[in-house]
């Protein structure tokens, strides 16, 4: 049985629909340095036979080595149309070339499938967040001779593992927490809060 | 003379008027427990006569208490006609109703009179985040003999004093970061990087 929030979350997406950018998501992680960061990023589903959100990621981008100090993060998701906002915090995983669990290489490897070929060119690009140079001009357009049937080493999938949602409902003025039941692996607490 | 991104940040807002939510924008602090926290809030123009971006809040909630352990936060902005993405970082200040500074006394007592009734109402509200109960209803409407005319206690305008800001454009896929540069207050670096 999934998660009580997980229904909820679908039919947002699906009265959001129209919106392009409603699978658009900020999520934030904290820096080596103690300071947040926070980026948007597109939700990618949920992980095969659970309740952890996916996302996709390039090795290079200091999301990568940010969960790896500290995998704490938690995604901030607006949907305009139907006015509500999740928080769904969790632990995050990094899956790249080295995965060994069976499914998650799988996972993987059905992800990067899955993806527009623009979404996949920028993983042959230079390094994210160097300075951009004239001489790469031509790293930027569609990348020749790559083998695009298999993910770059640089491709990973990001997944996380939730253990609060906080949502808010601004058209009644309500705001729910979801928090797992302790020893009750699957079930969650459900808690009405003043917004 | 103000920051070379503030023009692009305003600009970026007209090219997106037509969406009541492009001030919508998502803010990451750090929580004392050394997780990231990550919420909707709404922009609400810069302070008078500096570059910092303001918002409000009510002192009870979280943010407040994750701001005074660690004022680091990102705002991440994403336009969704121009398809612009805004990470802008900075420190954290709480106005509240103890603060000493003339020009913040101003702003704050001027920012409480330019919200509208129903972002008012909610100041006078139980406190956010806790268990919603039933004798509690009738404090969700509209509260009855309260002065409206002076901030309660618990109105806040956050300040963030930015310290970086990173443009990407998705249309263009150019991302441009900028920096204060040292020892030259008001002057920034603007730096093209890989996206």
Redesign the interface.
């Known amino acids: 049985m999934s998660a009580p929030w997980r229904a909820r979350l679908q039919q947002s997406l699906q009265q959001n629909a129209s919106?392009?950018?409603s699978k658009?998501v900020?999520?934030?992680?904290?820096r080596p340095n103690?300071?947040?960061?926070?980026?948007?990023v597109v939700f990618r589903g949920f992980l095969e036979g659970t309740d952890h959100l996916t996302f996709i990621t390039d090795k290079r981008s200091n999301k990568v080595s940010e969960a790896a100090a500290?995998p704490?993060?938690?995604?901030?998701w607006?949907f305009?149309t139907s006015r509500e906002?999740y928080?769904v915090?969790g632990l995050l995983t990094v899956v790249d070339s080295s995965a060994s669990e069976p499914d998650l290489i799988v996972a993987r490897a059905e992800m990067w499938n899955s993806i527009s070929a623009a979404a996949k060119y920028?993983f042959f690009?230079?390094?994210?967040?160097?300075?951009?140079l004239p001489e790469?001009d031509e790293a930027?357009v569609v990348p020749q001779d790559k083998p695009m049937d298999q993910a770059p080493e640089c491709f990973c999938l990001l997944v996380l593992k939730v253990d609060e949602v906080d949502l808010l409902e601004l058209f009644t003025?309500?705001?729910t927490v979801f928090t797992p039941q302790q020893g009750q692996p699957g079930q969650w607490d459900v808690?009405?809060?003043?917004?």
């Open positions: 919106l392009a950018y658009y900020q999520l934030a992680t904290v103690g300071r947040p960061a926070n980026r948007t500290n704490a993060a938690e995604v901030c607006y305009p906002q928080r915090s920028q690009w230079p390094h994210p967040g160097f300075p951009r790469y930027y003025n309500s705001r808690l009405d809060v003043t917004p």
